[in-house]
């Protein structure tokens, strides 16, 4: 995928805006803007929001320092981005809110349980290790998964957004 000046300028402030939208909502455990940011994204570049979502896991480990916690965000937010793919591009208006806000939710959710690998692997959890784990980190997924959902009322204007400075002439 060749890109031209402007998306790389775009994808830039994109994954830096990704980043800055995490460090000011810090203050809240598992709350943030990731999802729906990443969901819109994929919804108005398809592939190419790759870019902009590994320049945020870029920034997460260059700021935050490249250690075990940071590998599972080689492909958490990809698993949400695939996900945002599959789903149909002949939404009834109507519906969209609802289906972006429930997939956004669910990567909340599951975010324990597909980070839960990452941890067995890298510091050798047997089977029911692995599940005291995610059991363990439950009520953080429900913060993140119950956050995601109200936070995902964004990703429709945020859409809107994208698709309108698409349309710009610089």
């Known amino acids: 995928m060749k890109l031209s000046g402007k998306e790389i300028a775009v994808f830039g402030m994109l994954g830096a805006l990704m980043y800055a939208s995490k460090l000011a909502l810090e203050f809240l455990p598992n709350v943030h803007l990731l999802g729906v940011f990443t969901i819109s994204m994929t919804i108005v570049y398809r592939k ?31 698993i949400l981005w695939g ?14 809110p609802i289906v972006y806000m429930c997939l956004c939710s669910a990567h909340g959710f599951l975010y324990g349980t597909l980070y839960a690998p990452s941890q ?4 050798g959890l047997n089977f029911h290790a692995t599940v005291a784990w995610i059991i363990a980190g439950l009520p953080w997924d429900a913060v993140h998964g119950i956050s995601n959902f109200f936070c995902g009322i964004l990703i429709c204007p945020l859409i809107m957004i994208l698709r309108r400075s698409e349309k710009q002439i610089l």
Do not use: R
Request: glycine share 4%; net charge positive.
């Open 48 to 78: 190419k929001a790759l870019y902009p979502i590994y320049i945020f896991v870029f920034l997460l480990g260059l700021f935050s320092g490249f250690a075990v916690w940071w590998i599972p965000h080689l492909y958490l937010w990809t």
């Open 83 to 96: 996900a945002a793919m599959l789903l149909p591009k002949n939404i009834p208006d109507k519906w969209k």
């Open 120 to 123: 067995a692997l890298f510091f």
